[in-house]
């Protein structure tokens, strides 16, 4: 059974830091591309940032660019998002995605094959 877990969300101020994590098992996705995607409160899931199966490329939704970093771990089949100067608009449920298909970035949520739960990231002034 494949299975992505996200963890490290939490209630945080405006200013600080986080850093999620995306534990994956059931499958290897080191040649997948994978992503952050995230959901804000009576808002459609959202693109956050990408990354190839090398971690050669690297793609942000505009609103995170210079704040969020993501990179994977390939050995521990692990996906991360380091988030920094977290703003109020920051709030969401935020999932870790694979595909299973592709090892290039893809900004369709359609494109990915595997979600996980999700976690929460509130952010407050």
């Known amino acids: 059974q494949v299975q992505l877990v996200e963890s490290g969300g939490g209630s945080v101020q405006a200013g600080t830091s986080l850093r999620l994590s995306c534990a994956a098992s059931?499958?290897?996705?080191?040649?997948?591309?994978m992503g952050w995607f995230r959901r804000a409160p009576g808002k459609e899931r959202q693109f956050v940032a990408g990354?190839?199966?090398?971690?050669?490329?690297?793609f942000y939704a505009d609103s995170v660019k210079g704040r969020f970093t993501i990179s994977r771990d390939n050995a521990k089949n692990a996906l991360y998002l380091q988030m920094n100067n977290l703003k109020l608009e920051d709030t969401a449920v935020y999932y870790c995605?694979?595909?299973?298909?592709?090892?290039?970035?893809?900004?369709?949520?359609?494109?990915?094959?595997?979600w996980g739960q999700g976690t929460q990231v509130s952010v407050s002034l």
């Open positions: 990354i190839s199966w090398s971690s050669d490329n690297t």
């Open positions: 059931g499958r290897a996705f080191s040649s997948s591309g």
């Open positions: 995605a694979a595909n299973s298909k592709w090892g290039y970035i893809s900004t369709q949520g359609n494109e990915y094959d595997y």
